[in-house]
């Protein structure tokens, strides 16, 4: 487990009972919704956003594995590739 993450991240997609739970209403700047809607067409905004923040939190995750482990670049790189191909697969 990695510090500042909870332990069901890395067993589920969402926390127990999460599905309960209502969505948030969020403010997001009107020029970078439109630029993810140009780059991702097809796609509601939610979509979009629960994308991003999974690159970013994935992104986090790397990095934070990264300095732990002390692994290069592209040794972190191919982990994170990895776990996005078994993150897609299990979709």
């Known amino acids: 487990m990695l510090p500042g993450f909870p332990e069901w991240s890395w067993t589920r997609s969402y926390p127990p009972g999460m599905a309960e739970l ?22 509601t905004d939610r979509e979009r ?29 191919e982990l994170g590739v990895e776990a996005v191909r078994e993150a897609r697969h299990r979709e």
């Open 22 to 43: 209502l969505t948030k209403e969020v403010d997001v700047d009107a020029f970078l919704l439109e630029r993810l809607r140009q780059r991702c067409p097809g796609v």
């Open 49 to 77: 956003l629960e994308t991003t923040a999974k690159l970013f939190l994935g992104r986090k995750a790397l990095h934070l594995m990264q300095e732990r482990n002390e692994q290069s670049e592209e040794a972190a790189l």
